[in-house]
Nanobody
């Protein structure tokens, strides 16, 4: 049974930082690229970042490029998202997701992902 459990969300002031974690189980972690998505109230879920199976390729939404860093530690079945210089526009529920492939193909499309975590809330105040 695949499980993805996010943690690390919370409330922070603008320009602050947070690191999200996602712990995976129930599948071979290094067989899959992994993604982070977010969903703000009233908005569709949007792709934030993706990392290939061994971490050699990373991809980011334009809105977070230069501020967010995705990483993974396969020996710990863990995925991370370091978020710096947060703005109120980053407020959303953040989800980690397991991709159907290992190279982040079409990474920003939700249909590329088979399994999702329950999400963790990130709130940025001005």
């Amino acid at each position: 049974q695949v499980q993805l459990v996010e943690s690390g969300g919370g409330s922070v002031q603008a320009d602050g930082s947070l690191t999200l974690s996602c712990t995976a189980s129930g599948f071979r972690f290094d067989d899959s690229s992994m993604g982070w998505f977010r969903q703000a109230p009233g908005k569709p879920r949007e792709g934030v970042s993706c990392i290939s199976r061994w971490g050699r390729q990373t991809y980011y939404a334009d809105s977070v490029k230069g501020r967010f860093t995705i990483s993974r530690q396969n020996t710990k079945n863990s995925l991370y998202l370091q978020m710096n210089n947060l703005t109120p526009e980053d407020t959303a529920v953040y989800y980690c997701a397991r991709s159907t492939d290992y190279i982040c193909k079409d990474w920003s499309s939700t249909i590329q992902y088979t399994d999702w975590g329950q999400g963790t809330q990130v709130t940025v105040s001005s």
